[in-house]
């Protein structure tokens, strides 16, 4: 039988609010909050289930996710919502991570168990972290192509993609060889699981993993791992410097206005 073309698909799980709380530490904090797939990771694993269904025959979705236990209702979810296998990373020696630090475990369980894959599905970015920097990172540690802001595949074989990349400045169509990274700017899914995939879902193993188990190095891990740390975190508050005018004032200001129209701009 043929190689199946194996899809990671990496969910994070993030808070479920705008209302973010900040740790002594700076660091977010996650107790007491509801949490949810990263919505951008809905769409990454939309567009899985959409290569598997309409675009190549003989694919198999991977879904994984570093994090805490309870990451592990993401992972039920992502089997519900079409993945077929799913790892979560669970280690204290985890946490803490920067950006760098996540990009070296995410990649270091690719090595060490699914080395064979064909893509990887990340979302642009994550809502809580929101940098955009753990996929790349991790493509380059995996020394793979990367098409970074997809907003569409134009074309895909078991050796090649196309798709469409949008950034801010620029829409540009790129062609990368497979294995690849490919990051998807789009929000939200429209896959809807019935009562069976919830069933299949329950019933699927998640495979737990910890640092030992992924052959990882203590010293690039969590804490240890992380030459960035949060400095200071704070909410941007927006302040305007208004100047209240008075009617007399304005009714001055206005008369201005009209001579200075009146006299076509000349009177400076
Ligand atoms: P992005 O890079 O924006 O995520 C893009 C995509 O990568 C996601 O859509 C998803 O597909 C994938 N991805 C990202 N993270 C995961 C994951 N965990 N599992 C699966 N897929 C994933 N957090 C702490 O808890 N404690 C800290 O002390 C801490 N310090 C930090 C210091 C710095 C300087 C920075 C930048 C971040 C820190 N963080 C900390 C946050 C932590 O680094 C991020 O949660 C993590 O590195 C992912 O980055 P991001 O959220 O910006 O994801």
């Not at 073309?5 to 705008?18: E, M, N, S």
């Not at 973010?20 to 939309?46: F, M, V």
């Not at 950006?99 to 064979?116: G, I, M, N, R």
Request: glycine residues 4%; proline residues 3%.
């Amino acid at each position: 039988m043929d190689k199946k073309f194996k899809i990671i698909v990496f969910v994070k799980q993030v808070p479920d609010t705008d209302d973010i709380k900040w740790t002594e530490n700076n660091t977010i904090q996650r107790d007491g909050l509801d949490s949810i797939i990263n919505p951008y990771d809905l769409s990454a694993l939309q567009t899985a289930v959409e290569i598997k269904k309409y675009r190549i025959k003989n694919a198999e979705i991977v879904a994984v996710s570093m994090g805490p236990k309870q990451a592990e209702e993401a992972l039920k979810q992502a089997l519900a919502l079409g993945a077929d296998r799913a790892y979560l990373l669970s280690d204290r020696k985890f946490s803490a991570a920067d950006t760098l630090a996540t990009a070296y475990t995410l990649s270091q369980f690719v090595k060490s168990k699914e080395p064979d894959f064909d893509m990887i599905i990340c979302g642009q970015q994550a809502i809580d972290g929101d940098t955009a920097q753990t996929p790349s990172s991790m493509a380059e540690k995996l020394s793979i192509a990367q098409i970074t802001a997809c907003k569409n595949i134009e074309e895909l074989s078991k050796e090649s993609i196309t798709a469409i990349r949008e950034t801010s400045d620029s829409v540009s169509k790129i062609k990368a060889k497979l294995p690849v990274l490919i990051t998807i700017d789009a929000t939200g899914t429209y896959l809807q699981p019935r009562i069976n995939d919830y069933m299949r879902a329950q019933d699927t193993e998640i495979i737990v993993l910890n640092a030992e188990e992924i052959g990882a190095d203590p010293a690039k891990i969590g804490y240890a791992g992380s030459p960035t740390y949060v400095k200071r975190a704070y909410r941007a508050v927006k302040e305007r410097n208004n100047t209240v005018v008075t009617a007399q004032a304005a009714e001055v200001l206005n008369t201005e206005i009209e001579n200075v129209k009146t006299s076509g701009g000349e009177n400076g």
